[in-house]
């Protein structure tokens, strides 16, 4: 796997029995918290390995921090929460790169494995496919208002366990069933990453509108007029590759839009199998997955709502 789809990390082939999985992502901080931003930052970038169905090995930091300028046991918290991600993943940090730069930022170049015969991408979806989601939505629009101030720090924190989860659980689960595609939500928002993989697969996609799980705020925050740098490029991409048949208001249309850090996967499966993986999500601790849409048609790269 490489440039020729848009998927989520490099697969490089070593042997017929394994491939190596490459990817790397830093991201500025989301939040005032060094040890969230750690953890936030590490899960965000070993969501990649997962994507693709593999499992992650080493990892590498990537720091960028104004060692001048902020106290350096800030950055010791970003460390120390990136690490423990990691060590959750069972993974290994096995070093990293600095440099000092004027504003944060963290990441990780993470390597991992995955029989070549297995790997998900991020397309192959198929007609009568449901699509299953395993986070809420909305944490580009949370995080700018509680920067702004529109939404107070305590109603942000009580979502970042979630945010901050690894996809380990939800992956384990899904390589049970035979899932036709996998990606996870993040920059491009749930309709970018829906339209890569209707692309990709040649298919039409109905997202399921009022299935999709949000997180608390996230309407009263674009009602109040906050909204991220990402929403307007996001609407861009997607121009001419989707339709509505559901009457919408602003701020549930922002919300199609609205670019996920750390977000979920999001898995096509069989129609008949989806609420059996459900199930089996909420056993494994994943308890927010919803089916959110199906593939209906072949031979037209499209996204509908309804």
Same mark, same amino acid.
């Given at each position: 796997?490489?440039?020729?789809?848009?998927?989520?990390?490099?697969?490089?082939?070593?042997?017929?029995?394994?491939?190596?999985?490459?990817?790397?992502?830093?991201?500025?901080? %989301?939040? +005032?918290?060094?040890?969230?931003?750690?953890?936030?930052?590490?899960?965000?970038?070993?969501? +990649?390995?997962?994507?693709?169905?593999?499992?992650?090995?080493?990892?590498?930091?990537?720091?960028?921090?104004?060692?001048?300028?902020?106290?350096?046991?800030?950055?010791?918290?970003?460390?120390?929460?990136?690490?423990?991600?990691?060590?959750?993943?069972?993974?290994?940090?096995?070093?990293?790169?600095?440099?000092?730069?004027?504003? %944060?930022?963290?990441?990780?170049?993470?390597?991992?494995?995955?029989?070549?015969?297995?790997?998900?991408?991020?397309?192959?979806?198929?007609?009568?496919?449901?699509?299953?989601?395993?986070?809420?939505?909305?944490?580009?629009?949370?995080?700018?208002?509680?920067?702004?101030?529109?939404?107070?720090?305590?109603?942000?924190?009580?979502?970042?366990?979630?945010?901050?989860?690894?996809?380990?659980?939800?992956?384990?689960?899904?390589?049970?069933?035979?899932?036709?595609?996998?990606? +996870?939500?993040?920059?491009?928002?749930?309709?970018?990453?829906?339209?890569?993989?209707?692309?990709?697969?040649?298919?039409?996609? +109905?997202?399921?509108?009022?299935?999709?799980?949000?997180?608390?705020?996230?309407?009263?925050?674009?009602?109040?007029?906050?909204?991220?740098?990402?929403?307007?490029?996001?609407?861009?991409?997607?121009?001419?590759?989707?339709?509505?048949?559901?009457?919408?208001?602003?701020?549930?249309?922002?919300?199609?839009?609205?670019?996920?850090?750390?977000?979920?996967?999001?898995?096509?499966?069989?129609?008949?199998?989806?609420?059996?993986?459900?199930?089996?999500?909420?056993?494994?601790?994943?308890?927010?997955?919803?089916?959110?849409?199906?593939?209906?048609?072949?031979?037209?790269?499209?996204?509908?709502?309804?």
């Amino acid at each position: 796997m490489g440039f020729d789809t848009s998927d989520d990390a490099a697969v490089y082939r070593l042997s017929p029995e394994l491939a190596m999985i490459s990817t790397v992502d830093f991201i500025t901080p %989301p939040v +005032d918290d060094p040890y969230w931003f750690g953890q936030i930052a590490a899960a965000n970038s070993l969501s +990649d390995i997962y994507a693709m169905g593999g499992k992650p090995l080493t990892a590498l930091s990537l720091v960028m921090f104004p060692s001048t300028k902020l106290d350096m046991g800030i950055l010791k918290e970003i460390l120390r929460g990136g690490n423990e991600k990691v060590n959750e993943a069972g993974a290994c940090m096995a070093g990293g790169h600095s440099v000092d730069d004027n504003e %944060p930022k963290y990441g990780l170049a993470v390597t991992g494995v995955v029989h070549p015969e297995r790997i998900l991408k991020n397309i192959g979806a198929q007609k009568g496919d449901a699509l299953v989601l395993t986070k809420p939505l909305g944490t580009g629009v949370l995080f700018n208002a509680s920067r702004s101030g529109k939404l107070p720090y305590r109603e942000l924190e009580a979502v970042l366990p979630l945010v901050a989860a690894l996809n380990r659980q939800a992956i384990d689960t899904a390589l049970n069933y035979e899932v036709h595609a996998c990606t +996870d939500i993040t920059g491009f928002g749930i309709m970018g990453h829906t339209l890569e993989m209707a692309k990709g697969s040649g298919v039409q996609i +109905d997202i399921s509108y009022n299935t999709l799980p949000v997180y608390p705020n996230v309407f009263e925050m674009y009602r109040k007029g906050e909204t991220t740098g990402s929403n307007k490029a996001n609407k861009i991409l997607a121009r001419g590759f989707w339709e509505s048949k559901k009457k919408m208001s602003d701020d549930e249309v922002e919300l199609l839009f609205d670019p996920q850090t750390s977000g979920g996967l999001l898995l096509a499966l069989p129609a008949s199998r989806a609420e059996e993986l459900m199930l089996d999500l909420a056993g494994a601790g994943v308890r927010t997955a919803a089916c959110v849409g199906r593939v209906v048609a072949n031979n037209r790269p499209f996204v509908r709502v309804v």
